[in-house]
């Protein structure tokens, strides 16, 4: 598979999307789109792990209500791969704040407040890859071709 077809994101369904029942519908939505599963876990993050993932927001005034929401519930991990994963990822997702988020996006249709915005996604292929060694281990990732790659993809 040549390596643009390999961009990898961190893609995670946060508590309020596992209690509001939008896991699948997120999945859904990057399935249908052709990009391709790598990894998935539902956990329960702790504060070390969620420390590490948010640390660049430490500074913010909004951290430890972040920290506490992202660890009030489970959440559903996953690694999503393909050609410019991590940018149309974001662009999927839509804007952190609901309220700027265009209807089509997964937080314009499923989300009303930016604290509680239902999914995270890596914004630069240098988070992505931080946060994917961050949430598994080598060995969570999984290497397989769909058969559908050849109806997704023109020349590999
Ligand atoms: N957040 C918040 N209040 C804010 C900005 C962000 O509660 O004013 C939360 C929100 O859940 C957001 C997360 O902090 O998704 C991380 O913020 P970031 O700016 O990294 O946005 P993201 O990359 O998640 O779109």
Redesign the pocket.
Known sequence: MAPQYRERTFIAV?PDGVHRHIIGDIIKRFEQKGFKLVAMKFTQADDALLQKH?S??SK?P?FP??IK?MSSGPVCAMVWEGLNVVKTG?TM?G???PMDSAPGTIRGDFCVQ????IC??S?SVESANTEVALWFKPAELVNWDPVAKPWVYEDD
């Open positions: 946060k948010y660049a927001l913010k909004f209500d972040l929401y974001r997702l804007a952190t704040n930016v604290g509680r915005n995270h996604g914004d």
